[in-house]
Antibody, heavy 120, light 106 residues
Framework: QLQLQESGPGLVKPSETLSLTCTVSGVSVSNPSYYWGWIRQPPGKGLEWIARIDYTGTTYSNPSLKSRVSISVDTSKNQFSLKLNSVTAADTAVYYC????????????WGNGTTVTVSS | DIQMTQSPSSLSASVGDRVTITCRASQTISTYLNWYQQKPGKAPKLLIYGASSLQSGVPSRFSGSGSGTDFTLTITSLQPEDFATYFCQQGFSIPHFGGGTKVEIK
């Protein structure tokens, strides 16, 4: 059964880099049937898609965040990761990782989410 | 970017009611439309993908329809566990979510 779990610091200082990892179990991140994605949700607000990656390492990012976002996959650890640099308070959110279905780009299986607060 | 507009933003309903939520895309997206349910403090859960395909394990009282720019999520007989917030999401281009519809107990 496919499961995902986010991990990383819960507190990041302004202007620093937010780094999160998603550990995948039940399916290999090298499986060509899946994309892997990151989504976030600021407190009390809606969902924002951040980026996705496939097993080849091909990435697609939200243009509103593109210059600050880096996403990568580590097949040896069955993980994929997100880095968001130059963070501000506006980046405070619950960050989710998810498996993404090809074609319709539905986020089929989600991690539980991890709260990241940007504050000094 | 293709923007998604959901309506209503909230609604009150009773157990057993038929509930309809609509989602409109700012331009045509064929059937690249997905629906999610989110409960407080929990991750979203996929209900419908490709506008009308029911995700495995989701009760059949949930259904989706539409194509082009106008889409609908219908819950035929609202159950206590269905009180939640529902989001649509387009997968035609850079994914965008609608603003959400909160379904509350009447």
């Amino acid at each position: 059964q496919l499961q995902l779990q986010e991990s990383g610091p819960g507190l990041v200082k302004p202007s620093e880099t937010l780094s999160l990892t998603c550990t995948v179990s039940g399916v290999s991140v090298s499986n060509p049937s899946y994309y892997w994605g990151w989504i976030r949700q600021p407190p009390g607000k809606g969902l924002e898609w951040i980026a996705r990656i496939d097993y080849t390492g091909t990435t697609y990012s939200n243009p509103s965040l593109k210059s600050r976002v880096s996403i990568s996959v580590d097949t040896s650890k069955n993980q994929f990761s997100l880095k968001l640099n130059s963070v501000t308070a506006a980046d405070t959110a619950v960050y989710y990782c998810a498996s993404v279905r090809h074609l319709v780009l539905s986020m089929d299986v989600w991690g539980n989410g991890t709260t990241v607060t940007v504050s000094s | 970017d293709i923007q998604m507009t959901q309506s209503p933003s909230s609604l009150s309903a009773s157990v057993g009611d038929r509930v309809t939520i609509t989602c409109r895309a700012s331009q045509t997206i064929s059937t690249y439309l997905n629906w999610y349910q989110q409960k407080p403090g929990k991750a979203p859960k996929l209900l419908i993908y490709g506008a009308s395909s029911l995700q495995s394990g989701v009760p059949s009282r949930f259904s989706g329809s539409g194509s082009g720019t106008d889409f609908t999520l219908t819950i035929t007989s609202l159950q206590p566990e269905d009180f939640a917030t529902y989001f649509c999401q387009q997968g035609f281009s850079i994914p965008h979510f609608g603003g959400g519809t909160k379904v509350e107990i009447k």
